[in-house]
């Protein structure tokens, strides 16, 4: 059964609640724009790409519900509703992108109405959309071919279904790699603190049919060791122009131990995922997210109280850790700050 | 107020129950061999040296009842007491050391009768347990030597109190240098599946009243790659003749990590967890405990049932990954090969 992260329906956003997973698969129907910021915050809808069309979702709720012809009244609120989006989550650019996607549409049309404004914003969310669906594919066939037989693969996160529309950037790879009757293996991290890992891809990989085993992140290091990881894959929430990586924490880490055991390390993304206005890593902010993620577990204190906690979302992998960036373009290889900028479109939007 | 792990009280061996840590402060009192060997496989006492101490105290509760004077039923009893024991956990090499210690006692006195023996034993089994009281001091005050003022240290898994006696080994280069009124803080891996580094490590640490910070094992790396960490102290299981260090699932990562970020890594162990008798630490058993340690937390499911689950509880980090060894003898640099032959005393037993 295929997996529908995101859709819209009945006139509003309908998304599997992946706090539930996996033992319950549960939906929340969105029908007003803080129900949206809510469950970006909360992590029900995570992913950049997801979080992408979620925040242009987020805008229709905002926006739709308007009454009246006044353009000036209709964009403030458009605009707050824009800004109130962007205060949920600060790492994955694609949140922002998809955001000036829809504010291009009223730059686009200067002379608009609000009917008609309704309207180009209903067009610009279902094209950006379907553009997940389709560079998804795109990226799963691109990184298809790095996949040989026998193959034991690994990835962090969830960078699958549930982190875009209904196919993924990393597993992506893994389900057009299936699809091409190729036969491999895969180590799924559980990647504390949320064990999206566990939960998620574990959840989707099962699913398919994939070969897929468990480990906890401190474990990683010890299969490479054994020579039991033949190639890894990761997702990116944003990655610079000179190819640094912001990523699910974790991430460098297992880019460092892949360098340390000659293990070819990959990220998947799409071209939402680029900020090509910062140089580098260093300019990407880092959320950190509260304590009780990592000292507590279904409520039940697992840490004493009196300790620091450091709980930071995502970490910086430095572009020379990267083989090669699977796009919908194909795969970019280094040198990044010259081949990213050849393969990347600069204009902000959709296709 | 001091931890007493494990203690000699009314005839009896009472151990803390970690398995409740850091929540509650409940003690087992064990009155037969068979409550000590479930409190070994299910770690309510666990940590090398601890298990130890444990074990010679396991002989002490299968042997101290038996009546009579025969001997050969006495001897018969006692091996096979001393061969259930070693069934218990596999790694952690302290545990067939310390038995080999009691088994001595039989052999060195092939004239003692019965009563002679049980308190030979007794004796024994008490010199066993001052001696890791003593030698934890000791490695603690070498180990502290490295510790300067300001330092940002870190650690994985239980190595303190709750892994010894009273005091730890690579815990106690921190009590020792807290002594010495050295300012530093702690960075404390919580240490998946079982969480002893956010438990126990944690708690003992701030106890002591030690500036500590929690973190997930994959945040590790990004502390190091922001010049956060300057020296790394960990526990050890079993140490090969080459230096090869079998410990806690994570610590090979951390040592990789180290070396990539040029972050001096230190093992803290006494002589009992040295095994002479073996080359590498390829020769070395790792044990992979179940599914559901992964897989659940406190009963509730956090995987699909249908992933397959890879849950070693060791790893080894290679001796070329080790910045030095602490001992009761002093720090042990490389080569290992030679110096450890040096420094370490080959007979088994105690002091």
């Known amino acids: 059964m295929a997996i529908a992260t995101i859709k819209w329906v009945n006139g509003g956003a309908r998304i599997i609640d992946q706090t539930k997973l996996p033992n319950q698969l549960q939906y929340i129907d969105c029908r007003d724009v803080k129900t949206m910021w809510q469950a970006i915050k909360r992590l029900s809808v995570r992913g950049a790409p ?3 069309v979620a925040a242009a979702f987020g805008v229709l709720l905002g926006t739709q519900q308007f009454k009246g012809h006044d353009r000036a009244k209709f964009l403030k609120l458009f605009h707050k509703t824009c800004d109130y989006l962007a205060t949920s989550r600060p790492t994955a650019v694609n949140l922002f992108n998809m955001l000036n996607a829809m504010r291009m549409v009223v730059t686009e049309n200067p002379q608009a109405d609000v009917t008609l404004l309704k309207k180009l914003l209903f067009q610009r969310a279902m094209a950006i959309f379907k553009e997940d669906q389709a560079v998804c594919r795109q990226m799963g066939d691109h990184g298809a071919k790095l996949i040989k037989n026998g193959m034991q693969c690994m990835t962090v996160c969830n960078a699958g279904a549930l982190a875009t529309v209904d196919y993924g950037t990393a597993l992506g790879v893994f389900y057009s790699a299936k699809k091409a009757k190729k036969t491999f293996s895969v180590y799924s991290l559980e990647t504390r603190p949320l064990l999206q890992g566990a939960r998620l891809t574990c959840w989707e990989l099962c699913r398919q049919k994939i070969d897929t085993t468990l480990i906890c992140d401190n474990m990683a290091a010890s299969l490479m060791g054994k020579d039991k990881v033949d190639i890894i894959f990761a997702g990116a929430d944003r990655i610079a122009s000179n190819g640094d990586t912001a990523n699910k924490i974790g991430t460098y880490m297992l880019a460092v131990l892949a360098k340390h055991h000659q293990v070819p390390f990959y990220i998947v993304a799409p071209r939402s995922t680029f ?53 919908e373009y194909g795969i970019i290889r280094p040198p990044y700050i010259k081949n990213i900028k050849t393969v990347i479109p600069t204009k902000v939007g959709i296709h």
Chains 1, 2 share one sequence.
């Open 50 to 52: 997801a979080i992408g």
């Open 275 to 327: 900020d090509l206005k910062i140089k580098s890593g260093r300019q990407i902010p880092i959320e950190e997210r509260q304590r009780e993620e990592v000292t507590q577990f279904t409520g039940i204190t697992t840490a004493p109280k009196a300790v620091k906690v450091y709980n930071p979302a995502f970490d910086v992998t430095p572009a020379n850790l990267i083989s090669g960036i699977v796009t």
